[in-house]
């Protein structure tokens, strides 16, 4: 069964103090792996495609990478505006992505 | 107006009524979709709609009945809803680029609470 794990379900920096989130996919066929940056009471707002192994997107603090297992997002010197919850997702099939639980990041002045 | 609006935001109904939620795109994308967040649980892919037709019913309950009379809107009808079936409704778009896994656009979803 295609499935994909965020960890960890939940983490608090420190402004400054650069982390990085774990998301662990087993889809059969991956067509492609999916960021979004989720705020409470909205929905999910788009953030990297990656679509094969070893490559890499950047958007101003946050850079995305993908391996054959795992993908990660790395926050360089997070700022408080880039708390929210953040989730991976993984194409398996035609037009469905199947989403993490996602990992819900909290940034303190 | 761009991107993905859905209406109403909030919706409060009860067990034995009847609604329908709203989703509409434009953004020109030719796949539409229906998805359910529940508290601290992944994101529920519901229905699928490829050029208005209904490629994926990930074996949801028939009291949720969709509807894409074009690809620009989608609606949920709902009826004879129970309480676990509060949670926020959300619906995205996305492109049609064939085998390729396209990224989805959502809306801001409906927060739908059944009393």
């Known amino acids: 069964e295609d499935q994909v794990t965020q960890s960890p379900e939940a983490l608090r920096l420190q402004e400054g103090e650069s982390s990085s989130l774990n998301c662990s996919y087993t889809v059969s066929g991956l067509r492609g792996l999916f960021w979004y940056r989720q705020d409470p009471g909205k929905g999910p707002e788009f953030l990297f495609t990656?679509?094969?192994a070893g490559e890499e997107k950047e958007k101003e603090r946050l850079k995305a990478t993908l391996t054959k297992k795992e993908s990660f997002l790395h926050i360089t010197a997070p700022k408080p505006e880039d708390s929210a919850t953040y989730l991976c997702?993984?194409?398996?099939?035609?037009?469905?992505?199947?989403f993490g639980a996602g990992t819900r990041l909290a940034v303190h002045p | 107006e761009t991107g993905v609006t859905q209406t109403p935001r909030h919706l409060v109904m009860g067990m034995t009524n009847k609604k329908s939620l709203k989703c509409e795109q434009h953004?020109?994308?030719?796949?539409m979709y229906w998805y359910k967040q529940s508290a601290k649980k992944p994101l529920e892919l519901m229905f699928v709609?490829?050029?208005?037709?209904?490629?994926e019913n990930n074996s949801v309950p028939s009291r949720f009945s969709p509807e894409c009379p074009n690809s620009s809107h989608l609606f949920l009808h709902l009826h004879t809803l129970q309480p676990e079936d509060s949670a926020l409704y959300l619906c995205?778009?996305?492109?049609?680029?064939?085998?390729?896994?396209?990224?989805?656009?959502f809306g801001q979803g409906t927060r739908l609470t059944v009393v």
């Open positions: 990656l679509y094969s």
């Open positions: 953004l020109g994308h030719n796949a």
């Open positions: 997702a993984g194409s398996g099939g035609y037009n469905k992505l199947i």
């Open positions: 995205a778009s996305s492109p049609d680029r064939g085998q390729k896994g396209t990224e989805a656009f």
């Open positions: 709609y490829n050029f208005k037709e209904q490629t």
